[in-house]
C-alpha cells in the first residue's frame, strides 16, 4: 500500500504481475503534484477494486480481497494530509470502515501520540486515539520510528485494523531513499498445533486411584456446611 504518491491524474506504474489501483488528489497544482493513494495487489489473489465513499479529509484506496475460508477483507490504503482538520478527519475512518465487517487500514496518519511511541501528543492524534477506542479497532505500530526528520523522529505509519484477530509482526524496514521508512506488517493465517504423540492416552485405573485416595466419595455424609469445609481440606 502506498500513500502520497504524488501522481498527476491517470499517472501510473507498473509492478511485474500485479494490479495497482489508484486515487488521485483532486485540484492539485499542475507543476507539484501531491497527495495520492495507491495499493500494488499480485494477481494470483481474488479481489475488486472498491470505490470509496466521499471524502472530505483523508484520500484512499481500497481494495477487497478473497482469503480462502474467510470472509473478505477490506485493504485500505490511506494518507491524511497534514491540512486535514484533526478534529473531523475521523469522520472519513468511520465511513470507511463502515464498508465492510474486516478491516486493514495501513497509512501515513500524520497523528502524534504517545500510545504508538511517539515523543509527543498532537491533536489529531488525540482525535484518533479516542477515535478507535470508541469503534473497537486496534492500532498497529512498529516499535521503532517510521519517519525520519531533519531533526526528530516519529511514528506516524500505522495499521488500524477492525475485526482481523490474527496474530501479526509489524516492522519500520530503514530502505529507500524517503523520510518515510516502508512499514512490514505480516498476519499468520496458519497455526502449528503442538505435538501431542504419546501423551494422549488416559490411565482410567489411575485415574480412579486418586480419586478415591484424596476426594471423599460419600457425599451422602455431606449435610452441613462445616462437614462440606472439612472434606475439602
Known amino acids: 500500500m502506498l500513500q502520497e504518491t504524488k501522481l498527476r491524474p491517470q499517472g501510473k506504474f507498473f509492478l511485474a504481475n500485479y494490479s495497482i489501483?489508484?486515487?488521485?488528489r483532486e485540484n492539485q497544482n499542475q507543476f507539484h503534484p501531491s497527495g495520492g493513494t495507491a495499493i500494488a495487489i499480485k494477481n494470483n489473489i481474488p479481489h475488486y477494486h472498491l470505490i470509496p465513499p466521499t471524502l472530505n479529509y483523508v484520500e484512499a484506496t481500497v481494495v477487497v480481497i478473497n482469503l480462502k475460508n474467510c470472509e473478505p477483507v477490506n485493504?485500505?490504503?490511506?494518507y491524511v494530509p497534514p491540512s486535514a482538520d484533526h478534529g473531523m478527519f475521523t469522520f472519513d475512518i468511520e465511513n470507511l470502515i463502515q464498508l465492510g465487517t474486516y478491516q486493514i487500514i495501513c497509512g501515513d496518519f500524520n497523528a502524534h501520540h504517545t500510545t504508538?511511541?511517539?515523543?509527543?501528543i498532537s491533536p489529531r492524534g488525540t482525535t484518533l486515539r479516542n477515535f478507535v477506542d470508541q469503534v473497537g479497532l486496534e492500532i498497529l505500530h512498529p516499535d521503532s520510528p517510521t519517519r525520519y526528520g531533519s531533526y526528530s523522529t516519529s511514528t506516524i505509519d500505522l495499521t488500524l485494523i477492525k475485526n482481523f484477530l490474527?496474530?501479526?509482526e509489524i516492522h519500520s524496514i530503514p530502505e529507500m531513499s524517503s523520510d518515510h521508512n516502508p512499514v512490514m506488517v505480516c498476519f499468520f493465517f496458519k497455526y502449528q498445533l503442538p505435538d501431542t504423540k504419546g501423551n494422549s492416552k488416559i490411565n482410567w485405573n489411575r485415574y480412579r486411584d486418586n480419586i478415591r485416595k484424596n476426594c471423599d466419595t460419600n457425599i451422602c455424609n455431606l449435610n452441613s456446611a462445616d462437614k462440606?469445609?472439612?472434606?475439602g481440606r
Open 228 to 231: 462440606i469445609r472439612q472434606s
Open 116 to 120: 504508538w511511541n511517539c515523543s509527543s
Open 21 to 24: 489501483y489508484y486515487s488521485y
Open 166 to 168: 490474527f496474530p501479526y
Open 75 to 78: 485493504l485500505v490504503s490511506m
